[in-house]
């Protein structure tokens, strides 16, 4: 499974939510690859779930994956609770 964190330009929020995603998947006993992406990286590249903030939403249509939207990038609980369900849906 691929999960993909992405920003805008550069990579200082994707790497924030990538840092904050693995201490979830290690406190879930998951285990996953996790790459931080700018927007311009992303296109055309494959990924099981997208999670990038809640203002990048229409620049996500047409991807293939999971799009998970994050309000509060620094609210390890939103994150959980919005990344975890679907990482478990996806692993059945």
Same mark, same amino acid.
């Given at each position: 499974m691929r999960?993909?964190?992405?920003?805008? @330009?550069?990579?200082?929020t994707s790497l @924030?939510?990538?840092?904050?995603i693995d201490e979830l998947l290690r406190k879930h006993s998951i /285990?996953?690859? &996790? +790459?931080?992406?700018? &927007?311009?990286?992303? /296109?055309g590249q494959a990924a099981d779930i997208i999670v990038a903030?809640?203002? @990048?939403? /229409?620049? &996500?249509?047409g991807f293939n994956a999971r799009v998970i939207l994050i309000d509060n &990038?620094?609210? /390890? +609980?939103?994150i959980e609770n919005k990344l975890i369900p679907v990482v478990k849906e996806l692993m059945r």
């Amino acid at each position: 499974m691929r999960i993909v964190t992405l920003c805008g @330009m550069g990579f200082g929020t994707s790497l @924030m939510m990538k840092m904050a995603i693995d201490e979830l998947l290690r406190k879930h006993s998951i /285990k996953a690859e &996790l +790459q931080a992406w700018d &927007l311009g990286s992303a /296109k055309g590249q494959a990924a099981d779930i997208i999670v990038a903030p809640r203002d @990048m939403e /229409k620049h &996500l249509t047409g991807f293939n994956a999971r799009v998970i939207l994050i309000d509060n &990038l620094t609210n /390890k +609980q939103e994150i959980e609770n919005k990344l975890i369900p679907v990482v478990k849906e996806l692993m059945r």
